[in-house]
Protein backbone atom coordinates (compact mmCIF):
# COMPACT_ATOMS: atom_id res chain seq x y z
CA UNK A 1 0.00 0.00 0.00
CA UNK A 2 1.52 3.40 -0.90
CA UNK A 3 0.48 7.16 -1.03
CA UNK A 4 2.15 10.04 -2.10
CA UNK A 5 1.36 13.74 -1.01
CA UNK A 6 2.13 15.94 -3.78
CA UNK A 7 3.02 19.89 -3.37
CA UNK A 8 2.70 21.92 -6.92
CA UNK A 9 3.03 18.03 -8.26
CA UNK A 10 6.49 17.84 -6.61
CA UNK A 11 6.56 14.56 -3.52
CA UNK A 12 6.88 15.95 -0.33
CA UNK A 13 5.74 13.04 1.81
CA UNK A 14 4.99 9.12 1.61
CA UNK A 15 3.30 6.49 2.94
CA UNK A 16 4.30 2.76 2.51
CA UNK A 17 3.72 -0.51 3.85
CA UNK A 18 3.74 -4.27 2.96
CA UNK A 19 0.33 -5.96 4.14
CA UNK A 20 -0.42 -9.56 4.61
CA UNK A 21 -2.96 -10.17 2.07
CA UNK A 22 -5.98 -11.74 3.69
CA UNK A 23 -6.84 -14.36 0.57
CA UNK A 24 -2.66 -15.15 0.13
CA UNK A 25 -1.14 -14.25 -2.78
CA UNK A 26 -1.59 -15.58 -6.50
CA UNK A 27 1.48 -16.81 -8.53
CA UNK A 28 -0.06 -14.47 -11.12
CA UNK A 29 -0.47 -11.52 -9.10
CA UNK A 30 2.68 -12.54 -7.95
CA UNK A 31 4.66 -11.94 -11.20
CA UNK A 32 3.14 -8.56 -11.98
CA UNK A 33 4.22 -7.17 -8.50
CA UNK A 34 7.19 -9.28 -7.68
CA UNK A 35 5.43 -9.86 -3.88
CA UNK A 36 5.47 -13.13 -3.04
CA UNK A 37 4.06 -15.03 -0.06
CA UNK A 38 7.00 -15.64 1.60
CA UNK A 39 7.53 -11.90 1.78
CA UNK A 40 3.98 -10.56 2.99
CA UNK A 41 4.03 -13.81 6.03
CA UNK A 42 4.92 -11.92 8.97
CA UNK A 43 3.44 -8.70 7.65
CA UNK A 44 0.35 -7.05 9.39
CA UNK A 45 -3.53 -7.46 7.23
CA UNK A 46 -4.17 -3.78 5.55
CA UNK A 47 -6.44 -3.00 8.81
CA UNK A 48 -3.89 -2.61 10.93
CA UNK A 49 -2.70 0.13 8.47
CA UNK A 50 -6.36 1.47 8.00
CA UNK A 51 -6.05 4.12 10.34
CA UNK A 52 -2.46 5.18 9.93
CA UNK A 53 -3.87 5.61 6.21
CA UNK A 54 -5.94 7.47 6.62
CA UNK A 55 -4.68 9.84 9.05
CA UNK A 56 -2.08 10.49 6.50
CA UNK A 57 -4.54 10.97 3.50
CA UNK A 58 -6.18 13.93 6.09
CA UNK A 59 -8.20 16.50 4.21
CA UNK A 60 -6.19 16.24 0.64
CA UNK A 61 -7.65 15.91 -2.54
CA UNK A 62 -7.12 12.14 -3.85
CA UNK A 63 -5.34 11.03 -7.27
CA UNK A 64 -5.56 8.06 -8.81
CA UNK A 65 -5.27 5.58 -12.02
CA UNK A 66 -8.79 3.62 -12.10
CA UNK A 67 -9.41 5.60 -9.12
CA UNK A 68 -12.81 4.16 -8.49
CA UNK A 69 -11.13 0.54 -7.08
CA UNK A 70 -8.96 2.06 -5.69
CA UNK A 71 -11.65 4.38 -3.29
CA UNK A 72 -13.85 1.14 -3.03
CA UNK A 73 -10.79 -1.23 -1.66
CA UNK A 74 -9.92 1.73 1.01
CA UNK A 75 -14.14 1.88 1.88
CA UNK A 76 -14.57 -1.91 2.48
CA UNK A 77 -11.43 -2.00 4.81
CA UNK A 78 -12.39 1.11 7.01
CA UNK A 79 -10.43 3.33 5.45
CA UNK A 80 -13.34 6.71 5.65
CA UNK A 81 -12.09 8.68 2.25
CA UNK A 82 -15.61 10.84 2.03
CA UNK A 83 -15.49 12.76 5.31
CA UNK A 84 -14.51 16.17 4.17
CA UNK A 85 -15.28 18.06 0.60
CA UNK A 86 -12.48 16.73 -1.06
CA UNK A 87 -11.88 16.22 -4.94
CA UNK A 88 -11.02 13.31 -6.47
CA UNK A 89 -8.90 13.14 -10.14
CA UNK A 90 -8.68 9.69 -11.97
CA UNK A 91 -6.00 9.70 -14.31
CA UNK A 92 -8.07 6.83 -16.37
CA UNK A 93 -10.96 8.61 -16.75
CA UNK A 94 -9.08 12.35 -17.67
CA UNK A 95 -6.99 10.62 -19.98
CA UNK A 96 -9.57 8.75 -21.77
CA UNK A 97 -11.17 11.93 -22.72
CA UNK A 98 -7.86 14.17 -23.04
CA UNK A 99 -5.17 11.68 -24.78
CA UNK A 100 -6.08 10.51 -28.66
CA UNK A 101 -3.94 7.95 -30.81
CA UNK A 102 -2.63 5.64 -28.06
CA UNK A 103 -3.01 2.20 -27.45
CA UNK A 104 -4.86 1.70 -24.26
CA UNK A 105 -5.55 3.82 -21.06
CA UNK A 106 -3.34 1.63 -18.75
CA UNK A 107 -0.86 3.54 -16.46
CA UNK A 108 2.22 2.24 -17.94
CA UNK A 109 1.17 3.67 -21.35
CA UNK A 110 0.36 7.02 -20.39
CA UNK A 111 3.63 7.08 -18.26
CA UNK A 112 5.46 6.07 -22.30
CA UNK A 113 3.22 8.67 -23.48
CA UNK A 114 4.38 11.14 -21.88
CA UNK A 115 7.53 10.13 -21.05
CA UNK A 116 7.59 9.23 -17.58
CA UNK A 117 10.73 7.30 -16.21
CA UNK A 118 8.60 3.80 -15.26
CA UNK A 119 11.37 2.12 -13.70
CA UNK A 120 9.29 -0.50 -11.15
CA UNK A 121 6.30 -1.29 -12.84
CA UNK A 122 3.57 -2.21 -10.70
CA UNK A 123 4.87 -1.81 -6.81
CA UNK A 124 2.39 0.74 -4.95
CA UNK A 125 4.91 3.09 -4.41
CA UNK A 126 5.77 3.48 -8.02
CA UNK A 127 2.10 3.48 -9.44
CA UNK A 128 1.45 6.44 -6.85
CA UNK A 129 4.37 8.02 -8.38
CA UNK A 130 3.84 7.22 -11.82
CA UNK A 131 -0.13 8.82 -11.30
CA UNK A 132 0.81 11.84 -9.80
CA UNK A 133 3.61 12.90 -13.05
CA UNK A 134 0.31 11.61 -15.19
CA UNK A 135 -1.91 13.98 -13.47
CA UNK A 136 0.83 16.75 -14.01
CA UNK A 137 0.94 16.56 -17.46
CA UNK A 138 -2.85 16.23 -17.88
CA UNK A 139 -2.82 19.30 -16.10
CA UNK A 140 -0.71 21.07 -18.19
CA UNK A 141 -2.35 19.53 -20.97
CA UNK A 142 -5.06 21.18 -20.26
CA UNK A 143 -4.19 24.41 -18.75
CA UNK A 144 -1.13 25.40 -20.88
Not at 52 to 66: E, P, S, T, Y
Not at 136 to 144: A, H, I, P, S
Request: with cysteine; hydrophobic share 45%.
Amino acid sequence: VAAIRFREFKPVKRFVTLCKPIMGISEEVSQINGLTAEMLENKLEFAFYAKHLQDFIAKDNLVGHNLRFDLSFLMINGVDVNSYQRKYFDTWQIAKKMVRRIKNYKLDTLADFFGIPNYFEHSALNDAYIAGKVFERLCYRKFY
